[in-house]
């Protein structure tokens, strides 16, 4: 079965999904948070989610958003951005990119305050 509608891509990555797009994904979803599973209630807030998130290589398109929870969608967010900081340090790590370490002063046994060279 071919869609009678294309598929809603946005224009760049801050592109907010239109309401005739964010209805689409909700019914095409069951109403149900893609996170927990739990189906979504009138007043209960929600968002769209990006089930491959941006930051990790994700499309802002139709096929790769679906509802979630607010609370939830907060907590995979802060997931997705550790994910992506965790895989700079270790790709700088391992192309020998050190972060600058910083010189702190430090007191002498007399107060008198030292700079590292």
Known sequence: MS???????????????PPRVRLRVFEAH??????????????DKWDLDHVTALVNGGENRESNLAPALRTEHRK????DVAQ???????????????PKKRKMPYRRFNG?????D
């Open 3 to 17: 869609r009678s509608v294309p598929e809603w891509v946005g224009k760049t990555d801050d592109t907010a999904a």
């Open 76 to 79: 995979k967010t802060a997931a």
């Open 112 to 116: 008198e305050v030292v700079w590292p």
């Open 30 to 43: 069951g109403g149900k948070c893609h996170l927990t599973g739990r189906k979504i209630n009138p007043g």
């Open 84 to 98: 992506k900081a965790k895989d700079r340090r270790v790709r700088s790590k391992h192309l020998g990119i050190a």
